[in-house]
């Protein structure tokens, strides 16, 4: 998510569900549309989440680039939060090829979790709301203690990133929650070994 996205996250202890009328992936929209009309619901929004390691793909598909944080949730904690409001339901997505879908025998309540095969590095997992909503996001209450860890991008000059990660720190206060920035793409453990294995003649 944007760095903003994450304030508003922190300083409201909520997260923001979205209408899938406005994701880029149109086939996925679609089965979200798709299951929106054959269950005449009112109201769908989703909330997309990833149980994958931190992966460059997800930097440049999912942010900003130096705009970007994630937030890693305890995955317990927050599905026991609404594991017994009628309105949430949640799963892991299942990816299928084109020559997969002819045969197969999906129901119409896989819909929402059913994507191409191209999508699976994803690893996506989706919490989906369809309680009434008239406004385009619908915001679920979290508690801090949910939060194992902030990471933010591995772009930011570090100056800028210190004063995010103090500023997030003081949001989050009294709560002590861990905030850092990526080192996916700079770290001196990983040009470490490099440079040893350059050591070592060809």
């Not at 090829?97 to 896989?110: H, P, Q, S, V, Y």
Request: glycine share 4%.
């Amino acid at each position: 998510m944007s760095i903003g996205s994450a304030i508003d996250t922190l300083r409201n202890r909520r997260v923001a569900f979205v209408d899938p009328e406005r994701w880029d992936d149109r086939n996925d929209a679609e089965y979200m549309r798709l299951y929106k009309q054959a269950c005449g619901l009112s109201s769908l929004k989703a909330l997309c989440c990833t149980e994958s390691p931190e992966t460059y793909h997800h930097w440049k598909v999912f942010t900003t680039s130096s705009d970007g944080c994630f937030i890693d949730f305890k995955k317990t904690p927050f599905l026991n939060s609404i594991r017994t409001n009628d309105d949430y339901f949640f799963a892991e997505m299942e990816y299928a090829l084109l020559t997969d879908m002819e045969g197969a025998k999906f129901k119409i309540r896989d819909l929402p979790f059913l994507k191409r095969a191209g999508f699976e590095p994803e690893l996506e997992y989706r919490v989906i709301y369809t309680g009434a909503c008239q406004d385009d996001a619908h915001f679920m209450p979290i508690e801090l203690s949910w939060i194992r860890r902030i990471v933010l991008n591995p772009w930011l000059p570090a100056p800028i990133a210190d004063s995010i990660k103090e500023t997030l720190r003081e949001i989050c206060s009294p709560h002590e929650v861990k905030v850092t920035a990526s080192r996916l793409t700079n770290s001196l453990t990983w040009t470490g070994h490099g440079r040893r294995i350059a050591k070592r003649g060809k």
